[in-house]
């Protein structure tokens, strides 16, 4: 989602970023690392694509929050 401004401190210094890269994506908590794809459900892209907007104000990444308990959280309550 590309926007104009901030949605939390309103500056316009909000950048898009799409990269590509390919299944070497590496995610990790305190409790677990994942290699492989993008997951789709951390709201930041998914399967060979990253895609996320941030602000280069306060460092807010763009978008809708709280996200759902994402498959890494689930694994860790194990």
Do not use: W
């Not at 401004?5 to 990790?28: K, L, M, W």
């Amino acid at each position: 989602m590309k926007t104009t401004q901030c949605q939390r401190c309103s500056s316009p210094r909000v950048i898009y970023v799409d990269a590509h890269c390919r299944d070497s994506c590496q995610v990790e908590n305190y409790l677990r690392k994942k290699n492989g794809y993008v997951p789709r459900d951390l709201g930041i892209g998914g399967g060979d694509g990253v895609r996320l907007t941030y602000c280069l104000e306060c460092g807010q990444i763009q978008g809708m929050f709280p996200v759902p308990l994402a498959e890494i959280e689930e694994i860790c309550k194990g």
